[in-house]
């Protein structure tokens, strides 16, 4: 599974960026796709993640009614839509995919993530 992340940029304090997935190679059914944020010379932190059979979701509980995570099956696209943006909520943001097969847990853990994508800068302005 390829994936190509997009749609980061600078943005003012209480504004809003959509960021976006792309898988090639594969779709996602049967994966967990996950946005992962990094500051500088701190480790990801799982952000949002869908799990994409059934639709379940994950969020930190800092991001929990301000970001919302979707998938679109028929771009095997996932969307992090980012509303009321922070200046915490700067960092590069990374989506990636585990398989699940047919559980219905979403790893936090980085490391259990397989598949990975660029990463995007998202900038906050306050």
């Known amino acids: 599974v390829q994936l190509q992340a997009s749609g980061g940029g600078l943005v003012q304090a209480g504004g809003s960026l959509r960021l976006s997935c792309a898988a090639s190679g594969r779709r996602f059914s049967g994966y967990v796709v996950g946005w992962f944020r990094q500051d500088p010379g701190k480790e990801r932190e799982l952000v949002a993640a869908?799990?994409?059979?059934?639709?379940?979701?994950y969020y930190s509980d800092s991001m929990k009614g301000r970001f919302t995570i979707s998938g679109d099956s028929a771009k095997n696209t996932v969307y992090l839509q980012m509303n009321s943006l922070k200046s915490e909520d700067t960092g590069v943001y990374y989506c990636?995919?585990?398989?699940?097969?047919?559980?219905?847990?979403?790893?936090?853990?980085?490391?259990?993530?397989?598949?990975w994508g660029q990463g995007t800068q998202v900038t906050v302005s306050s």
């Open positions: 990636a995919a585990h398989y699940s097969g047919f559980s219905s847990t979403i790893h936090v853990d980085e490391r259990l993530y397989k598949y």
């Open positions: 869908i799990r994409w059979s059934g639709g379940y979701t």
